[in-house]
């Protein structure tokens, strides 16, 4: 890792009030833009890649709050078992590939094997190679068969990456997110460069193409994140059909059981009023 010529600089970030209105209307375009998936039934997948405490959790998150979930989720695959290990590299990643009218979100996919499995020696030099030469091939598969694949690489300076990861040190919330992997992306800063740019050189083709985000700010970065994936989708606007809410029809003689009968969760929440307050341990990450 290469030394730091100066001391962190304090980034630039978009003022809050500013950041919460536009990520509003962005989510609700986003709705929108859901609707006419399931509507016309598209399939959507969008890949999430980046450096390690670069914002890509933060920003999937603000993309999906507020989606149905019965067609859009989430896909975080842990390390493959030994069955998987033994598939073709690409097996255990189709299984999740959305149906139609479906948005998949992927938080690190496929790409896992050009970065921390290459730079930690977690595949052979051939494995490594022969991904790079079958990834462009199988994302045109997926692309000539109609889905929608869009890929986000989040940059971010190794300063902030290092102040994000002692943020995390006594947040009893995201002390989780700190692994030996991690912190070694800290001294293989270098290495972890190196393997993104063989990545990009490789499997950033037109049907297909990598888009950096900068992600230091990470309100930009969510904000950034969620118009580009809109102008990527090519949907109408959708607006819901009304609902007319019906009139409650009047009490037919039901009487309902005495409370007694039934068990009832303890009401923590009214105690608060006649508690104090813990102080929290730690200081939250920037929101």
């Known amino acids: 890792m290469s030394k730091k010529s100066a001391p962190t600089r304090p980034v630039k970030r978009i003022r809050k009030a500013l950041y919460e209105a536009e990520l509003e209307r962005l989510q609700i375009e986003l709705v929108s833009m859901q609707r006419w998936v399931i509507e016309t039934g598209a399939r959507v997948v969008v890949i999430f890649e980046g450096r390690d405490a670069a914002g890509k959790g933060g920003a999937i998150k603000r993309v999906i709050q507020y989606l149905n979930p019965r067609s859009a989720r989430v896909v975080a695959l842990p390390t493959p078992s030994e069955q998987e290990k033994g598939q073709w590299y690409f097996q255990r990643y189709i299984e999740h590939l959305p149906t139609t009218g479906e948005i998949v979100l992927m938080d690190r996919s496929w790409y896992n094997r050009a970065g921390v499995e290459r730079v930690m020696g977690y595949c052979t030099p051939e494995q490594y190679r022969l991904f790079l030469r ?122 309902r059981p005495a409370r007694d009968r039934f068990r009832y969760v303890p009401d923590h929440a009214h105690t608060l009023g006649h508690a104090q307050i813990p102080t929290p341990t730690a200081i939250p990450e920037n929101a």
């Open 134 to 255: 079958q990834t462009p091939v199988f994302e045109r598969m997926l692309v000539e068969d109609g889905i929608t694949l869009i890929k986000y690489w989040y940059s971010v300076s190794d300063d902030v990456q290092e102040d994000r990861f002692r943020s995390r040190l006594d947040d009893p919330m995201r002390r989780w997110k700190l692994s030996d992997t991690d912190l070694q992306s800290i001294t293989r800063w270098e290495d972890y460069s190196r393997a993104k740019d063989e990545m990009f050189e490789a499997t950033d083709h037109a049907d297909a193409p990598w888009w950096t985000i900068e992600s230091d700010d990470k309100r930009s970065a969510r904000l950034n994140t969620i118009k580009h994936l809109l102008s990527q989708i090519p949907y109408e606007h959708r607006e819901p059909e009304p609902i007319d809410i019906p009139e409650r029809p009047a009490s037919d003689s039901y009487e």
